[in-house]
């Protein structure tokens, strides 16, 4: 799969003969243009009978690096970033399998051999029209400053397309990691721009339970203390992107100042059982409001992103559950469960709580990266049996994203709110 091509000199026109006639730029004259004309229209014809949504024109100015990520606003000035459509886009992305030097093999779903047409599409909001990603605007942007993804897996994808994206422009180099590389560190050296992915399931304190010294799949959470790991790095960080779901879903006991107060899934005598939906609401409560507190913090822009949905059909991920769909599927057959919407919306009021508490205190800006409706689309675009999973042989990934793939538009979004916040962020 190849980049665009490069572009190729104009001839000069402003010559001794301007005006040329049509054998001097096509050989046949107008026959020749004729001919390409009505083959173009040939072309829309058999096109639209394939893709009838698809056929959409987009007026607006040409998009460059000194230009915001979102033009092209409607009537009344609203872009619905978040609201919108895939459409066909057969330049397919900035980046493969061969020019990204950090892809790991668990999201290289062209070399496990999946067919690569789910590459071939792009976000479309309604009232504009978004920009290809442009790796040297972002690294622009971001100059001397570290941006990190706090979360699970999810997050750490998110920074594995950024990667990609952005290694079009600078190669990066790998200052840090941990043994699981769940603790990564990447530096830009030309723009001093560095990337850390902060693992976290719950954004807040966390143990894992052990019995007769053997871990098990349940956990004591502190919903009144941020994750230790995420407070001690804050220091550093200029730019944060949170999330976080995937592992509430299990038996977990719930502490507040230091005292149990219930679970999730224990059905257990004595203690009050909560719903998923609640915990995670007061996880990402404490997270936002502990992150704007120490003055010495250099946190600048906090970014909420939201829940994405996994794509299992026919059973889940250990009951032989699959994602074998070809192309997206449309608004009104979008594949999102109750869970993943109630999940949003409360990472949305909270993110909205949380901006409303710091205008009263100037303090950081919060921004929403809602992704949740424009994946819901996309089942198409998971990894399923093409990845490299030596040690779950015969188990589909519907959960993480291939690379390249649908999530690259997870950092054009981004792209876009940074720009947004552009002049704020070279203050300091």
């Given amino acids: 799969m190849a980049n665009e091509s490069e572009s190729i000199t104009p001839p000069n026109l402003y010559g001794t003969n301007p005006i040329r006639k049509p054998r001097q730029i096509l050989p046949g004259g107008r026959t020749t243009l004729a001919v390409i004309l009505l083959s173009t229209v ?15 024109i987009v007026y607006g100015s040409a998009h460059t690096s000194h230009q915001t990520a979102i033009t092209d606003h409607d009537d009344n000035g609203n872009c619905k970033l978040f609201n919108g459509t895939w459409i066909r886009d057969l330049r397919g992305p900035i980046y493969n399998n061969m020019t990204c030097p950090t892809l790991p093999d668990s999201k290289n779903c062209g070399k496990y051999g999946k067919q690569m047409d789910y590459v071939n599409w792009r976000w479309m909001p309604h009232g504009c029209d978004m920009g290809r990603f442009e790796p040297q605007l972002f690294l622009n942007i971001v100059q001397g400053k570290t ?27 790998k200052v840090h990691s941990d043994t699981e590389d769940k603790f990564i560190t990447w530096h830009f050296r030309s723009h001093n721009f560095t990337l850390m992915a902060l693992w976290t399931k719950f954004l807040v304190e966390e143990s894992q339970r052990e019995i007769n010294g053997t871990l098990v799949q349940s956990h004591d959470m502190h919903l009144d203390k941020l994750d230790a790991r995420l407070a001690t790095n804050l220091h550093e960080i200029n730019i944060l992107v949170v999330s976080g779901s995937r592992w509430f879903f299990r038996k977990n006991y719930l502490y507040e100042e230091g005292k149990l107060i219930g679970c999730i899934y224990c059905s257990e005598d004595n203690i009050t059982n909560f719903s998923v939906i609640s915990v995670i609401q007061r996880a990402f409560r404490t997270a936002l409001s502990n992150l704007d507190s120490p003055q010495e913090f250099r946190l600048q822009l906090t970014v909420v992103r939201t829940a994405t949905t996994a794509h299992f059909e026919n059973g889940d991920w250990d009951t032989g559950g699959t994602c074998n769909r070809t192309e997206p599927v449309g608004e009104g057959t979008a594949m999102t469960g109750t869970g993943e919407l109630e999940i949003r919306n409360v990472q949305v009021e909270e993110a909205n709580r949380a901006q409303k508490d710091n205008n009263h205190k100037r303090g950081m800006n919060i921004e929403i990266l809602d992704i949740t409706k424009a994946m819901s689309m996309r089942p198409d675009g998971h990894p399923g049996l093409h990845w490299d999973n030596q040690w779950m042989k015969g188990y589909s990934d519907c959960s993480h994203w291939c690379l390249p793939g649908p999530i690259d538009t997870w950092n054009e979004l981004l792209l876009a709110v940074l720009t947004k916040y552009r002049k704020n962020l070279e203050k300091q």
Avoid: K, T
């Fill in 147 to 173: 941006l990190a993804f706090a979360g699970d897996s999810m997050g750490r994808n998110q920074m594995e397309s950024l990667l990609c994206l952005l290694s079009q422009v600078e190669a990066p180099i």
């Fill in 42 to 56: 040939v072309f829309v014809l058999v096109f639209s009978n394939y893709y009838p949504e698809q056929i959409q």
